[in-house]
């Protein structure tokens, strides 16, 4: 697949995690437009439940126990509020779940990723009264990555796993960013040096490489006021 990579891209190309740091390291890129990782709304919705039942296995299918964190999102990218940790047989549940589309995101830096083709986080549908089996296929390996993401959900930005929405997030110069777009509409990282990603769709992302330091607002041109936030960039 050609890569595309420009200082000052105007549309998404689509393009991997492993792959955009294999371009970075390979030809040391200032901006790409990619896909780097995996919304109804966040209201509770109706009154009936279902379960959610997962393992975290190896790619040979081995389970893997107490690996990692599982983070549960609503379908538009914001976080329900709770996690998971495997148990002795890689095993996992979240109970009495409302109805409706979720996502997982896999977590364990220096520890293992969840490789190409399956996605992260992994999109899936609670039906009321019924158990929903998440299998959860991960790379073990120490992937330490020169890598921030920052998730574009409905009405926000946020570092992952565990920024604050619409908050400041700090980085040193050289770091390579990744806002990646896990809501179902369209949106965009207006400001700062790198000017516009250009829109972005679901599952859609927008990488570039901070090498100027200073502190730099953006926003998402078609989500304001409410989706705004702050890049500081540190020597």
Request: one cysteine or more.
């Amino acid at each position: 697949m050609t890569k595309s990579m420009t200082t000052a891209p105007s549309t998404a190309d689509q393009l991997t995690r492993r792959e955009f740091l294999g371009v970075v390291s390979a030809a040391g890129v200032a901006s790409i437009v990619g896909a780097c990782g995996g919304g109804a709304k966040d209201m509770l919705g109706p009154v009936a439940t279902g379960t959610i039942s997962g393992q975290v296995l190896d790619l040979q299918g081995r389970p893997q126990p107490g690996l990692g964190s599982l983070i549960l999102m609503y379908d538009s990218g914001r976080q329900v509020g709770v996690r998971a940790t495997p148990d002795a047989n890689g095993r996992f549940a979240f109970s009495a779940m409302p109805a409706g589309d979720y996502q997982i995101r896999f977590d364990a830096p220096g520890q293992a990723i969840i490789p190409d083709p399956y996605e992260n986080p992994i999109r899936f549908t609670v039906a009321a009264g019924k158990d929903t089996f998440v299998p959860v296929r991960v790379q073990l390996g120490d992937y330490t990555q020169n890598l921030v993401e920052i998730y574009i959900g409905e009405g926000f930005f946020q570092q992952q796993p565990d920024g604050k929405e619409n908050a400041e997030v700090v980085v040193k110069s050289g770091t390579n960013i990744c806002w990646y777009n896990v809501d179902v509409k369209v949106h965009t990282v207006t400001g700062g040096p790198w000017g516009d990603s250009g829109d972005l769709v679901k599952t859609q992302a927008y990488f570039w490489t901070a090498t100027t330091p200073g502190t730099y607002a953006y926003r998402c041109k078609y989500h304001q006021p409410q989706e705004q936030a702050v890049l500081r960039i540190t020597p």
